[in-house]
């Protein structure tokens, strides 16, 4: 198990940028695969973003082009860089981490409005 602690969320405008982070409890470099998921306001959630190990990153069509997930080693951080945010893209955002032996570990989240 790992624990992750997700910071950054907050309110912003239609247009605007936010820069969410995630601190796992151990290397980040020792986790397979790390990610973000969101929960819309109706409940459905949906993958938004992740990075594997060796670096490969994947995006939902829906924030492609304007969301940008990476890696800080000196913080021990995964980021993701969300801007010309859009009032649709207002959800919880959670943090994942996918752990060698098919674990996988969520944050508690932290929202994210976007006001139109």
């Known amino acids: 198990q790992v624990q992750l602690v997700e910071s950054g969320g907050g309110l912003v405008q239609a247009g605007g940028s936010l820069r969410l982070s995630c601190t796992p409890s151990?290397?980040?470099?020792?986790?397979?695969?790390m990610g973000w998921h969101r929960q819309l306001p109706g409940g459905q959630r949906e993958w938004v973003s992740d990075?594997?190990?060796?670096?490969?990153?994947a995006y939902a069509d829906s924030v492609k082009g304007r969301f940008t997930i990476s890696r800080d080693s000196s913080r021990n951080t995964v980021d993701l860089q969300m801007n010309d945010l859009k009032p649709e893209d207002t959800a919880v955002y959670y943090c994942?981490?996918?752990?060698?032996?098919?674990?996988?570990?969520w944050g508690h989240g932290t929202q994210v409005t976007v006001s139109s």
């Open positions: 990075i594997q190990s060796g670096g490969t990153t």
């Open positions: 151990r290397s980040i470099f020792s986790i397979n695969n």
């Open positions: 994942v981490a996918d752990l060698p032996g098919g674990i996988r570990s």
